[in-house]
């Protein structure tokens, strides 16, 4: 009798959280040094995988192939080379190249081994972040960091360098993150919560409306969508407690968690099955990229 009162109030607990009671998911560490590893994508084939690492003294970009191991560098130079994602075609890589605390976007060519700027560091008074290509590869939306305080979003059209704001406030909003068909995006953002917390909002890019799909005092960031376009990945933490990885639908409903380490993951982006999520885990001491296998997805 005691241990079923004690079940029934674990599921109780669940309930009044708005969350089930699930499993743990496996978990596979795909990087192992010394240095930090993070900000992992895979490849539109999934047979790469992209991610920074500190583990030469500044911050370099590596690709990894996934069934060898083998790691081959992007950009590895003196200056500091961060957050980088693929284009469309899997053929090259967006990064930010950071000179004297100020930032431009490249982009490398895997073909040819060329880098060339995609954004001059002077188009906008402010730091470019989390850059990524729109599915059609004609538009990348990023973060304008003007300060510690503010984050604009802004999309940038390639073919007729159009810059256009999206958001309109002086708080924090970042980390734009497109729907598969390219008509919305994702973000997290302070507008509407007196930036005290981060809430997950989806914008549809045709008339710049914003709907709010996370609506707890929590910090809920880094979201992703699923390549089927149902599910959002994303992040959750309260002040002083690391974060873990949730899934829930792309309406923000039926959230359950899918890590539950004390030394906190963030960052996740799924497979292009949508069978597995890779993340940016703390593990021993440092940042390693792990890759998840969601057998109850």
Known sequence: MKLTTNLLLLLLSFTLTGLQAQPIFPEVCLTNHPGNDRYATYSPDGKKILFESDRNGSWDIFIMDLASRQLTPVAD????????????????????SIDEEQTELHLFDITNGQTKVILEKNALSGNYNFARFSPDGQQ???TLMKNEQEFQLYTYLLSDKKLTRLSNNNLRNAYPFWSPNGKELLCFSRKDTNNEDDEIYRIQLKNNKWTRLTNWPKHNFCPSWSNDGKQIA????????????????KKGKKLR?????????????????????????????????????????
């Open 77 to 96: 130079g003196p200056k500091d080379e961060r957050r980088p994602s693929w284009h469309p075609s899997g053929n090259a890589v967006l990064f930010e």
């Open 140 to 142: 990348i939306a990023f």
């Open 257 to 297: 968690r899918i890590t539950h380490n004390e030394d906190g993951d963030t960052l996740p982006f799924w497979s292009s099955d949508d069978d597995k999520l890779l993340i940016t885990a703390f593990r021993n001491g440092n940042f390693e990229i792990c890759e998840i296998l969601l057998t109850n997805k």
């Open 234 to 249: 994303l992040v959750i933490s309260m002040e002083e407690i690391r974060p873990e990885i949730y899934i829930m639908n």
